[in-house]
């Protein structure tokens, strides 16, 4: 009769902490050093942050000034320049709606229900058509507003949801090109792509911005505005067309060769066999390339736009909150670690969800 040994029970969690943390003398020491300098840290932050800090406007910038903490009243008293910029006081209704139908577009978009391409498209036509008409009014009694004053949050995701509205299935038709059995076409696919991928994005912005108009008649020129966005949907596009290549590399030849000899036709064997594979395993640097895209929103302040950064700086540029600029920058560093936790976490989920990386 053979004899079985049992395997040695797992180390419990107190056990564990101890190998990492105390396993020598100069190991432990080290460990409660560091403990004892971030709850200093964490300490000093709640203090000013929390504790000492001053949170109503009714004080004015005087009671900040003497009080030891964060002046959080700058947000209460400024938070409609932030989140809405030059944006008319009277129709800033209008601004906070659209923010909200952009929030619900997305969300809409994230749920499995509606992930067909006729409710994917319904939802972001319906949800960008109702944000355009909310921000320039002209319709529905609502009154007319120019490009020119919108700004502010509002703003920045209407960049960023346009950007990729046009940019992603650019990146698609670029990747497909590039993919051509012709030479010619995928040759200058790969140096269009290349080209735009190797200019900074700041340069792309000020050359649609500004210099374009002037080698393009006035009819075609357009606003500005969507020349920037046009411009920055270009870059976005460079880069995703890469990752759906790669995306598209990383499925079996032999897919595809099965489905020839299925009597698919090339559209039929990209859209159902080639495609939803790509996508699955290119979803990690995706996911990653909306939150640069997101984050990317804030250069546009360079050629004139008043997004929310912009927005923020206007907020404290006053002379009585100027002290008051770390406060603005925090508010506005929430802001996008919002969006942005919201983007990775989604990714996080979509990869469970997927099995991305499993095989």
Same mark, same amino acid.
């Given at each position: 009769? %053979?004899?079985?040994?049992?395997?040695?029970?797992?180390?419990g969690?107190?056990?564990?902490? =101890?190998?990492?943390?105390?396993?020598? !003398?100069?190991?432990?020491?080290?460990s409660l050093?560091?403990?004892?300098?971030?709850?200093?840290?964490?300490?000093?932050?709640?203090?000013?942050?929390?504790?000492? $800090?001053?949170?109503?406007?009714?004080?004015?910038?005087?009671?900040?000034?003497?009080? #030891?903490?964060?002046?959080?009243?700058?947000i209460?008293a400024?938070?409609?320049?932030?989140? /809405?910029?030059?944006?008319?006081? %009277?129709?800033?209704w209008?601004? #906070?709606?659209?923010?909200?139908?952009v929030?619900?577009?997305?969300?809409?978009?994230c749920? !499995?229900?509606?992930?067909?391409?006729?409710?994917i498209?319904?939802?972001?036509?319906?949800?960008?058509g109702?944000?355009?008409?909310?921000? =320039?009014?002209?319709?529905?009694?609502?009154?007319?507003?120019?490009?020119?004053?919108?700004?502010?949050?509002?703003?920045?995701? /209407?960049?960023?949801?346009?950007?990729?509205?046009? +940019?992603? !299935?650019?990146?698609?038709?670029?990747?497909?090109?590039?993919?051509?059995?012709?030479?010619?076409?995928?040759?200058?696919?790969?140096?269009?792509?290349?080209?735009?991928? &190797?200019?900074?994005?700041?340069?792309i912005?000020?050359?649609?911005a500004?210099?374009?108009?002037?080698?393009?008649?006035?009819?075609?020129?357009?606003?500005?505005?969507y020349?920037?966005?046009?411009?920055? $949907?270009?870059?976005?596009?460079?880069?995703?067309?890469?990752i759906?290549?790669? +995306?598209?590399?990383g499925?079996?030849?032999?897919?595809?060769?099965?489905?020839? #000899?299925?009597g698919? &036709?090339?559209?039929?064997?990209?859209?159902?066999i080639?495609l939803?594979?790509a996508?699955?395993? $290119?979803?990690?640097?995706?996911?990653?390339?909306?939150?640069? #895209?997101?984050?990317?929103?804030?250069?546009?302040?360079?050629?004139?736009?008043?997004e929310?950064?912009?927005?923020?700086?206007?907020?404290?540029?006053?002379?009585?909150?100027?002290?008051?600029?770390?406060e603005?920058?925090?508010?506005?560093?929430?802001?996008?670690f919002?969006?942005?936790?919201?983007?990775?976490?989604?990714?996080?989920?979509? %990869?469970?969800?997927? &099995?991305?990386?499993?095989r």
């Amino acid at each position: 009769m %053979e004899m079985v040994i049992a395997a040695p029970p797992a180390p419990g969690r107190l056990e564990d902490l =101890k190998r990492r943390f105390f396993a020598t !003398p100069f190991q432990a020491l080290l460990s409660l050093i560091s403990l004892a300098i971030m709850v200093f840290i964490v300490w000093k932050l709640l203090n000013w942050a929390v504790f000492s $800090a001053v949170f109503t406007a009714t004080g004015g910038p005087e009671a900040c000034q003497a009080a #030891a903490g964060a002046c959080w009243s700058v947000i209460a008293a400024r938070w409609r320049i932030i989140l /809405f910029g030059l944006y008319p006081f %009277e129709e800033q209704w209008r601004s #906070a709606l659209a923010c909200v139908a952009v929030v619900v577009m997305t969300v809409l978009s994230c749920i !499995p229900a509606f992930w067909t391409g006729r409710r994917i498209a319904l939802v972001w036509g319906a949800g960008t058509g109702l944000y355009y008409v909310l921000m =320039k009014g002209g319709l529905l009694g609502l009154p007319y507003v120019g490009e020119e004053a919108w700004g502010g949050l509002a703003l920045t995701l /209407f960049i960023f949801v346009t950007t990729c509205l046009i +940019g992603f !299935p650019l990146a698609i038709c670029l990747a497909l090109l590039r993919r051509s059995d012709l030479p010619w076409i995928s040759r200058t696919t790969g140096l269009i792509i290349d080209g735009v991928r &190797s200019l900074p994005l700041i340069s792309i912005l000020f050359t649609f911005a500004i210099v374009l108009p002037f080698a393009l008649p006035q009819w075609l020129a357009g606003d500005k505005l969507y020349r920037v966005i046009l411009g920055s $949907a270009l870059f976005f596009s460079a880069y995703q067309a890469e990752i759906v290549r790669g +995306g598209m590399q990383g499925v079996p030849s032999g897919q595809e060769e099965a489905a020839m #000899a299925l009597g698919m &036709s090339y559209w039929q064997r990209i859209g159902r066999i080639v495609l939803p594979q790509a996508m699955r395993n $290119a979803l990690p640097a995706t996911i990653n390339q909306f939150v640069v #895209a997101f984050k990317e929103t804030s250069l546009v302040v360079i050629v004139g736009f008043f997004e929310i950064l912009a927005s923020g700086n206007a907020a404290y540029g006053t002379g009585e909150w100027r002290f008051a600029y770390v406060e603005v920058y925090a508010f506005i560093a929430l802001i996008y670690f919002v969006f942005v936790f919201s983007l990775s976490r989604y990714g996080a989920y979509l %990869e469970r969800r997927m &099995s991305v990386g499993e095989r």
